[in-house]
């Protein structure tokens, strides 16, 4: 922290030579900044620059920079010496423009407003004081010059008002239920008109008077001291609380939540006031320069005659279209609209604006990048390519990646969520809706859904077993587990909705009943889930999928011709001309894969192996090679499974179509596997032709404390080298078959959570034996590597010594996160609220990939494997893999790919192409 | 690898110029090389060197260099250019000093012995060829000179029969029963004396003749080629086979298990024979110059008359005492007795020597530093500083600090256990021995202890609940479980003999039976258990406490006149001398403080504040807490719990007399302190006033799949921060007690599980809170320190964060190797021995820290933390703490101390300070 100060106040010397420049004047065409001087100006300051310069109308006025906020805390509370010098020059730059003197108490004095403005606009500053410069002497002048008594005392009454609560701090006090200014307000009104529910604007010049009095009578009780009646004395005190207001309480929670470093301050910006209060022919508005719901190519605001800024958003009048301008104020609707189109082909961006129109004439005060739904930013980035505003690299990077995946998902008509009833609400694990039955066992809900039901599987946790249930239900929904949860991450996998760790859900398995919300529903009662907003709802609601979904993947002809397909896989082609990052998906079904592909896949980063074992009788075979008691009797087992493996193997290298395919080898403990109720072992006992209490003593054996860190991953085939050697066989078996059909297959095969070289090195021989086998018994040729996950954090650090083993290393951050911070995810539910509230996890580490501590382990672990192998490849196949933030980290770190789910191919590809941009 | 090999061949070529010196020679008292060689000339030949050179009588010969050995194996199995003219030039040498010639068909001929010697001896590879040089010319010439036709004829016959064997791999197939030229022995003396009984010496000069064609005739079946009669084409040949050894399997397997580069090489050494086997003024002997079982000052070995080496060890006759020389050969006595003074006062340590007597002249053939017993070392090394022939850093260094645990241990009697009935065996998880009535239920256990009865604890596994059993119990025995299981671990705080993971031993609880070797004890019954063997007995055998524990923690004077015990205060004194790295421990009650500064210690490294919470009725209080809904609850139950932990630590503090006490607050998941059985679950709810359902929901709720990885540590803390205020309130409660009472204290608070900086953050600010009011409050001042383990590789990699919150950092390894290799201690039974065999684990990774995973990240801590704290106090405090080669590492990872078991303080005092001397 040290450091950075210090270099920043050495920049600070070095741009300005002796005399630091500490305020930056705008006005009249001309200004001393520009757009690009956040940093110093914040951005607010930066763009009043910038639009001045660009010859938009706005009110002259001046920047104080960021680094007189350092100096301030720096130099306890006080400020640079030739501060208040360069102030006059800025003020008398603002007369001159504006041919009004500040504390003018003869002809029209010169107000002006005051406002904070951070580099990154940010809550829980100070925010405006209006109208300052007013006293009992210039208010009458004000009053004489616009010859309008009314008009001048509200604004002196708004003055105090503000001035009072923001800058000296006349608040509410613990135990006090009204704001103190308020308060006087209403015993006012109710003294004078017996009536509280006259409005403010309502008040006459006298009323305003007398409240002045009253409110001058209250600061000085409150505070001690009189109201400041100096000009001067108003705006510096003005300034230092806007410096005081960054360290606020609120401030450094903010900042502190969003990464932001103290060091970089605040500006405060002083501007004319211009008046959109002084009658029918002004008024004030904010607009976007389109929609920013839908992307329309059209303005889209709220205005309001004769009202000050803060009555526009203040909610007391309800605020007009923008387009009604038109009507209202035609001269300044006109003039908005030239604004719009200079804003546009000058930033390049959709801009939030805010705006006054004093007697007839626009001014703007503001200007902004603005916030957009995805649909907006997708027909935004289309648009304004095809009107040659901005190229395609800027296209790409005008969609926000982590909202994507609001395109892919369907969605409740908002109608029908209007009259629906919400019973609970948890964690939006899978975005999109779902209506359905409701069935809370797998084996249920995959025969209703046979039937031709919409099903929606109800579970308190989901298993491996339940994955049939689950590829027949329309959504998920859990009381328990988070957003990696089973449930969370195979619902994201397959695109299914889920809405997960619903706590307000109470599950009987016996009843057969769910209650919510007060209700209780049966089996095959309907609910309806929004995984995108976390809510559940009583009975059914209609859904429609996305466009770009139908179109895609179910290759449906009128989704094409929709705009916002076609808009889509414009911006997908960009993505692929501007990204050197491959995206790779996570599959295990040849469905799944083709998905993939149609989103733009280029192969598969990881196919989990033992997903397979659960279909159908495999599990059977699984299960008798788990309880055989020596190698003959794993092996017979193995026997039986090779055939299924090849062929879901062959399925996959088919649908590939030539992409890679990495295939992780065995990895889950084995008593996964196994059923652990009475009945379920009495039946395979039936089937296996063993004793009940046999297979109740392998489950016992097989029973670990914390499964997480027990007898899986490579383990096993270290263990039982048998296993790996008939996965070997199959994928291998698997390509010869395709090699044979013409078919070009590239199998990478995998092997799971090595932490020692000899580990990997041990596999890897046998690896290497049986495809040289295969290859000689079947007579053909095939290429293929052998490599490893990274996901314990000795493999992180001895990268290099497995690097000696290992074609290519693929990041497996879900368990490297586990394991790196010493958290299960199954069970981080219980303080992960708490952690996320005292901001120790910025964000929840599996899903974003936490960069400093899991991250600085894939540094490690990239240096040393490098230092060994120089072009090994590398790769991630966690979860991260589909966040976007997690994504540009994986680029700068310089991996080969990244893979995640299906769903999230397109989000990863967009994220990968903007980080490539970014560079 | 490649890297290692280059360097070496430069050094080589460096060192010798342009033509390499690859034979060194020795002999006459001149030798080409010296012992500290022995990279180059390996162990055997670097002391046949330096013997020679200080005069004592070694047959000349040479050594053939490790640097030939890499020659070969980098030049396809060829030999340098130069290296037989050198060869020819070190047989010259040997022929000028013996006056004999090599392959001399006329005279003597002078017959060498072929040997390896790699750096350290290892086992696998090619021992010894004896007699080289005889064939059918010189065998005649032999007898001739000797006159001796059945000597020379029984030396031929032995040659080719060693020479066939280990050079030309004339040896056992598969499918056959016995070496292929005993069974021509035992033919030949079949059908010649119809008796295979006779043994080899007694053959005559016509059998050994026969035997030698007819050994010849199976030469030639087997490998196709004749006997080689060239005595030069032996010599190569049997050097060949030396470096071919050297890749032989057995060699490759111990070279990976011990760490030995395979680019050591190993070397030849050729060497004039003399024959202990000329009559009966000949011999051959090993012996020791010191007693290697108890250290006493005396010869010790054993020697035949008449015999070759071989001989002695062969177990063909019966080997005499080496004193028994002074009547059978007295003058070789003499001078053996002189040969062991120098080698004692040279070398400086105890030998191992190998010698043979020709004709009453004494020869040495081997040296090297001998093994002993802890015991032995003890004394040796007190004896050799007395004799002035060491100086007590050497004393220091002779006693091996993984052994010296030996003389802690209570043993039992030899006899006792020659008569005992061995009935199972498991991991020697505490080292000593104990008897008692076997109960299988901690509150029995301490009740029968409490009426004064031995007693042996015996549990399927242990668990915190039964720590008042443990602590009654002599001994603990566990039929699941490894070295670092609870049981174990407590144990080894304890000082308590323990065997765990005996998995022949079935335990009824219910029917209160315990099952092995085939027998069924009941409660009350005796077994008896040898922690160091890890054997367990059936019945009562006695046992004696050691010496040292009798002195040092029983203050028993008799135990303190014993030499024994002075020896081992002396040493611990001069530990104390040589060492910077501090020893503390882990302890949790006075008593252990007591004993583990009776050891040494410098002050507590750990005090685990959750075992405090199993005592009496505290339980109780503990559970409240944890069942508590709301923070008011949470409080009233800490209310209760704080008079306890007060007086906890002033007990600590007290026994502490000054010294540090780092303190670690509350780590274990709260579902610990639960009670899980029914009935417990009952009981508990009758105390506390609730429904049994309450408690079972409570305990459901805190089940956690990943215990290990849930919500532990400061996690508790950060969900309910009041905890670490009760316990930080106890703490410095207790402090300012001690302050006003006089006492001297050091508290340094440690809080547990830390990956993020801003936890630590949090946690700080709840301490010093809590330390500034009770300061206030009870007006007195003490310093105390805050800080953190680093036990998760979050944490590690994230310690330049850390370390602005941490005034010290301590190493929990225990944590951060499961965390760091991904593996539950609790769980890696299923797969540690096929990690072992498969030598993927050198050693169990919780019992040796694993240097290049762990200690890595331990490396990355240590430097990112002094780059944030300069001065931040270093620290381990897992098991580790207490293992000799992971002190070693931590003192040249510059921690400041090491902290362990009580009865592992002398152990890791030992190590440090060795671990000192050598730099």
Redesign the interface.
């Known amino acids: 922290m040290a450091k950075k100060k210090a270099a920043k106040k050495s920049a600070a010397k070095k741009a300005s030579g002796n005399s630091t420049k500490y305020v930056y004047t705008w006005g009249d065409g001309k200004a001393d900044g520009n757009g690009s001087m956040k940093p110093l100006l914040g951005g607010k300051g930066a763009n009043l620059a910038e639009m001045t310069r660009i010859g938009l109308p706005v009110p002259p006025g001046f920047t104080i920079t960021t680094e007189v906020c350092t100096y301030f805390y720096d130099n306890k509370r006080t400020y640079p010496k030739s501060l208040h010098q360069q102030m006059e020059a800025g003020i008398a730059n603002m007369e001159k423009i504006m041919g009004y003197k500040f504390g003018d108490a003869e002809g029209f004095p010169l107000l002006v407003a005051v406002r904070s403005g951070a580099r990154d606009s940010m809550p829980g500053m100070m925010d405006t004081v209006l109208n300052l410069g007013l006293n009992d002497a210039t208010v009458a002048a004000l009053a004489k010059a616009t010859d309008n008594e009314r008009f001048a005392w509200d604004c002196y009454r708004r003055f105090i008002q503000m001035y009072g609560d923001v800058v000296l701090g006349v608040q509410k006090r613990p135990g006090e239920d009204h704001e103190p200014f308020e308060e006087v307000i209403e015993a006012y009104k109710h003294e004078t008109y017996s009536n509280k529910d006259i409005i403010d604007s309502e008040l006459t010049a006298e009323d305003n008077q007398e409240l002045v009095a009253r409110f001058k009578k209250l600061v000085k009780d409150r505070t001690g001291h009189s109201f400041p009646e100096s000009p001067w004395e108003q705006l510096e005190g003005a300034a230092g609380a806007v410096f005081g207001s960054w360290m606020n309480d609120r401030a450094i929670v903010y900042r502190r939540k969003y990464g932001i470093p103290a060091e970089w301050g605040t500006a405060v910006n002083v501007q004319a006031m211009v008046f959109g209060n002084t009658g029918e022919n002004s008024g004030s508005g904010v607009a976007f320069t389109r929609n920013p719901a839908n992307g329309d190519n059209e303005l889209y605001g709220e205005f309001l005659v004769n009202a000050q800024g803060e009555d526009v958003v203040a909610g007391v009048r309800t605020p007009f279209p923008v387009v009604d301008m038109a009507k209202a104020l035609p001269a300044a609707y006109k003039e908005l609209l030239k604004v719009r189109k200079i804003l546009e082909k000058h930033y390049k961006d959709v801009q939030d604006v805010e705006f006054t129109i004093q007697d007839g004439k626009l001014f703007m005060l503001q200007t902004r990048n603005g916030k957009r739904t995805a649909a907006a930013a997708l027909k935004f980035a289309a648009d304004m390519v095809k009107e040659k505003l901005i190229d395609w690299k800027k296209a790409v990077q005008l969609n926000p990646a982590d909202q994507l995946d609001q395109l892919l998902a369907p969605v409740f008509d908002a109608a029908e969520v209007k009259k629906a009833k919400q019973v609970a609400s948890g964690l939006p694990a899978g975005p999109g809706a779902a209506s359905g039955k409701i069935y809370l066992n797998a084996d249920r809900a995959a025969a209703a859904a046979d039937k031709g039901e919409k099903v929606l599987l109800v579970r308190v946790e989901t298993s491996p077993e339940d994955l049939r249930g689950m590829i027949a239900a329309e959504g998920i929904l859990t009381s328990r587990g988070g957003v990696s949860s089973h449930a969370a991450l195979v619902a994201r996998q397959m695109g299914k909705v889920c809405v997960c760790g619903a706590s307000g859900v109470e599950i009987d398995y016996h009843k057969k009943t769910v209650k919510a919300g007060g209700k209780t529903f049966k089996e095959g009662d309907f609910l309806s889930i929004d995984g995108t907003a976390g809510t559940v709802y009583g009975g059914e609601l209609k859904t429609a999928p996305s466009e770009i979904i139908a179109g895609l993947v179910k290759n449906n002809k009128a989704a094409q011709k929709t705009e916002k397909f076609q808009d889509f896989v414009q911006l997908m082609e960009w993505c692929a001309k501007a990204t050197k990052l491959g995206v790779r998906t996570n599959a295990d079904t040849p469905e799944q894969v083709k998905t993939a592909i149609a989103f733009g896949a280029e192969g598969i980063g990881l196919t989990r192996t033992e997903h397979m074992f659960f279909e159908g009788d495999r599990i059977d075979a699984m299960r008798e090679m788990i309880l055989a008691e020596n190698e003959d009797d794993r092996r017979k087992a193995l026997k039986k499974l090779l055939p299924h493996q090849r062929k879901d193997f062959f399925g996959i290298f088919k649908a590939l179509e030539g992409r890679p395919a990495t295939i992780r080898l065995l990895d889950p403990p084995l008593h996964e596997f196994l059923p652990h109720t009475k009945d379920q072992q009495k039946e395979l006992a039936a089937k296996l032709g063993v004793k009940p209490a046999e297979i109740q003593r392998r489950v016992e054996e097989l029973h670990?404390?914390?499964?997480?860190?027990?007898?899986r991953?490579c383990?096993l085939a270290?263990?039982y080298p048998e296993i790996a050697e008939m996965q070997a066989q199959a994928i291998f078996e698997a390509a010869a078959q395709c090699v044979k059909k013409g078919i070009e297959v590239h199998p990478e095969v995998m092997v799971p959570?090595v932490?020692?070289a000899?580990?990997l090195q041990?596999q890897t021989e046998i690896i290497h034996r049986v495809a040289k086998e295969v290859m000689k018994a079947k007579d053909v040729k095939f290429k293929y590597l052998v490599g490893t996950m990274i996901?314990?954090?000795?493999g992180a650090?001895?990268a290099d010594?497995i690097a000696e083993h290992a074609q290519f290393f693929s990041f497996g951050t879900n368990?490297l996160t586990?394991?790196?911070?010493?958290?299960?995810r199954?069970?981080?539910g219980?303080?992960l609220n708490?952690?996320q509230e005292?901001?120790?996890?910025p964000q929840n580490p599996f899903a974003s990939l936490?960069q400093?501590?899991?991250g600085?382990?894939m540094k490690?672990a990239v240096a040393k494997g490098k230092g060994t192998r120089r072009n090994i490849k590398l790769g991630i196949c966690g979860e991260h893999g589909g966040d976007p933030s997690s994504v540009t980290f994986c680029h700068e770190l310089g991996l080969n790919y990244v893979s995640c789910s299906p769903y999230r191919v397109p989000v990863a590809r967009l994220a990968a192409a903007q980080a490539a941009l970014a560079k």
Chains 1, 2 share one sequence.
């Open positions: 670990e404390f914390n499964p997480m860190l027990g007898h991953g383990r270290i263990s959570l932490g020692y000899r580990e041990l996901e314990v954090p000795r650090v001895t010594e368990d586990q394991t790196a911070l010493g958290v299960s199954d069970d981080m219980s303080f708490s952690y005292n901001d120790i996890y936490d400093t501590g899991v600085e382990l490690i």
